[in-house]
């Protein structure tokens, strides 16, 4: 009874933003339309104080601060998709919400570079170094929102408390730069931490990447491709330096990743439906993510539409009772980096591996990861299977599931939980960095 309650309350309150937001668009503070905008502020935090104090999961109190945030996002992302709000407004707003997290830890300077003429990197040097290795850090948002410059103060933290450097990218966002722009300004990223290494102070043969949300995904999807080019530039024209065979990366850190874009009808996806991300959600941002349109949004996510498109993982990984009839069919892998932009097919976008890592067919040498999942996140099935798939295909697979909601790690310095965990990952990074791993 308290949980169709609380998923009647959610379904509400994420529509409520279509018309409360439009209050804030206009900057006017003394009109109906901000007022609407104050009563939704007040309904969404009571809503999801309520929510966590009945959830069953044992979350932190505090929770409901992070799922008010998501209530705002929600709606701004509806209103950018009926054109009632421009995109780049609800970038700056988030990202002005999302910088009152806290400042920049006093322990880690920081310092900005440009790679290329498009992408900065933010590099946070801790006052203490234990570990020489360096993690290349890609943050979340649905690949079209939120900034590196956002993060600022969780990934100083991070950086203090790993006790080693972070590089952090400014990637380019969809749907204006539709993948690979993404992933190839983060694997650019990892290129350019190999090239200054000595201005860094780091070891080659200890770089690690890792990344929440959409930044497991790139994470994830930059293993993948690291592999499969054995660390070589993409720049075709580089040096013959540049071009020398680079160490394989230390490992992967993903945070409640996004890794699948074949059904959002199972499990966690309908038992967490109250939580963030609404499943109805991912579809158009997987598609703005893969071609700049929202051509699939409509498809994806829906297995009924891909029957004959039925990735590996679903067979091997899901269990059979689960299983859609048809599911013999296995898509083959597509070799090509993108699809063809706005002309991409469905087969192009579905069975891409670099945009969706948990459709890979082949998933064996991979650096070893630490899979992060959240109880009340609709994510959380997509990243355990993950890590079964990598640990079915004989990679070294570190699985945790943590009782908070999405996007839980942050705050470091304040959040029990976060660090408790973030001290793990310390560990599994300090036992991966010894270069001496076959992948």
């Keep these: 009874m308290a949980e169709r309650t609380t998923n009647r309350i959610a379904r509400i309150a994420q529509n409520i933003p279509l018309f409360c937001l439009l209050g804030y668009v206009g900057f006017q503070w003394r009109n109906l339309l901000s007022v609407l905008f104050l009563i939704f502020f007040i309904y969404s935090i009571s809503k999801n104080v309520i929510n966590v104090m009945i959830d069953s999961h044992k979350m932190p109190k505090r929770a409901f601060v992070l799922l008010t945030f998501f209530d705002i996002w ?10 009632l709000l421009d995109i780049s407004y609800s970038r700056a707003l ?4 999302q910088r009152l997290g806290g400042k920049v830890c006093p322990n880690t300077e920081v310092t900005i570079h440009n790679i290329n003429k498009e992408i900065e990197v933010y590099v946070y040097k801790p006052k203490t170094v234990s570990n020489k290795g360096c993690l290349v850090y890609i943050h979340g948002g649905g690949w079209m929102f939120l900034s590196a410059r956002g993060f600022n103060s969780s990934v100083s933290y991070m950086s203090h408390y790993l006790e080693m450097v972070v590089v952090s990218v400014e990637y380019r966002l969809a749907p204006e730069n539709p993948f690979p722009a993404g992933l190839t300004d983060c694997y650019n990223a990892v290129q350019w931490v ?6 860094l102070g780091v070891e080659t043969d200890k770089i690690f990447v890792g990344g929440d949300s959409a930044g497991g995904n790139l994470s994830a999807a930059l293993s993948l491709l690291y592999r499969d080019r054995q660390g070589e530039p993409l720049d075709t024209e580089a040096s013959e330096e540049e071009s020398i065979k680079r160490p394989p990366l230390a490992g992967q850190i993903l945070l409640y990743p996004v890794m699948q874009g074949f059904s959002r009808f199972h499990g966690s996806m309908v038992e967490n439906s109250s939580y963030f991300p609404p499943p109805s959600l991912g579809p158009g941002c997987q ?3 893969a071609c700049g349109t929202e051509r699939f949004s409509n498809v994806l996510g829906d297995p009924g539409r891909m029957k004959n498109k039925v990735p590996k993982f679903w067979t091997s990984v899901v269990d059979k009772k689960m299983a859609d009839e048809g599911e013999a069919s296995i898509i083959k892998e597509v070799k090509k980096l993108a699809p063809h932009g706005n002309d991409s097919t469905l087969d192009e976008v579905i069975g891409n591996s670099y945009i969706f890592p948990l459709h890979a067919e082949d998933v064996s040498n991979l650096p070893p990861a630490y899979v992060v999942v959240a109880t009340a996140d609709t994510l959380r099935d997509e990243g355990e299977w993950y890590a079964r798939y990598l640990e079915q295909n004989g990679n070294t697979v570190v699985f945790s599931e943590v009782p908070h909601v999405h996007g839980f790690m942050m705050k470091y310095d304040t959040n029990v939980l976060a660090r408790s965990e973030l001290m793990k990952i310390k560990e599994f990074m300090k036992d991966n960095s010894s270069g001496e791993k076959s992948n």
């Design 94 to 97: 988030l990202n002005g919400i």
């Design 194 to 199: 190999h090239k200054n290494s000595e201005m």
């Design 74 to 83: 929600v709606g701004l992302v509806k209103l950018s998709q009926i054109i």
């Design 287 to 289: 598609s703005a993510y």
